[in-house]
T-cell receptor
Framework: DTAVSQTPKYLVTQMGNDKSIKCEQN?????MYWYKQDSKKFLKIMFS???????INETVPNRFSPKSPDKAHLNLHINSLELGDSAVYFC?????????????FGDGTRLSIL | AQSVTQPDIHITVSEGASLELRCNYS??????LFWYVQSPGQGLQLLLK??????LVQGIKGFEAEFKRSQSSFNLRKPSVHWSDAAEYFC????????????FGSGTRLSIRP
């Protein structure tokens, strides 16, 4: 059983479109994250939610809006997609906040903007 | 500003040889340090972590890392690599604030020579 699952795995779309990436974890974790990995493999946190409450919001454009309907889901909606949004987006979860809580990552969603 | 540096972009070692991947950090307080591994097409997996105590940390898959405060380093080692160790390796530092977050290095790609 997949612990952290993201859909879709690949997403190819045109500039200006709106798209969503879904993330679900079946580990019973309270904290979930979205990371962006660019073409140079640089990985940076975007958002973190703890029990549906936003706790980290890095300097991410307003076009990115996370939604957590329950603590097992953290979806990422992106409006007006731009070329620079092309990247691999990773969802992760951990039992709680804090560094002694190991983060479990999904396999990523590769977003390509044409 | 806090940062993590992995000076080697790509390393190739022969199967059975020893491995050392370098990581240097810049952080004012006592750091929380991690090593993650990313296999192709997959998310990151935690190899090991250092919070305090013994400066030599054992991880999964036969990896270990040593924290050296005087050198601001946290190098990853393995005595004998296997072909399955070929992957991208990320060093990371945890920033403790009101919301704990992790900053990743740029990664080191490890290739294994048969």
């Amino acid at each position: 059983d997949t612990a952290v699952s993201q859909t879709p795995k690949y997403l190819v779309t045109q500039m200006g479109n709106d798209k969503s990436i879904k993330c679900e974890q079946n580990l019973g974790h309270d904290t979930m994250y979205w990371y962006k990995q660019d073409s140079k493999k640089f990985l940076k946190i975007m958002f973190s939610y703890n029990n549906k409450e936003l706790i980290i919001n890095e300097t991410v454009p307003n076009r990115f809006s996370p939604k957590s309907p329950d603590k097992a889901h953290l979806n990422l909606h992106i409006n007006s997609l731009e070329l620079g949004d092309s990247a691999v987006y990773f969802c992760a979860s951990s039992p709680g906040q804090g560094f002694n809580q190991p983060q479990h990552f999904g396999d990523g969603t590769r977003l390509s903007i044409l | 500003a806090q940062s993590v540096t992995q000076p080697d972009i790509h390393i190739t070692v022969s199967e059975g040889a020893s491995l050392e991947l370098r990581c240097n950090y810049s952080y004012g307080a006592t750091p929380y340090l991690f090593w993650y591994v990313q296999s192709p097409g997959q998310g990151l997996q935690l190899l090991l972590k250092y919070f305090s105590g013994d400066t030599l940390v054992q991880g999964i898959k036969g990896f270990e890392a040593e924290f050296k405060r005087s050198q601001s380093s946290f190098n990853l080692r393995k005595p004998s690599v296997h072909w399955s160790d070929a992957a991208e390796y990320f060093c990371a530092v945890g920033l403790y604030s009101s919301a704990s977050k992790i900053i990743f290095g740029s990664g080191t790609r490890l290739s294994i020579r048969p």
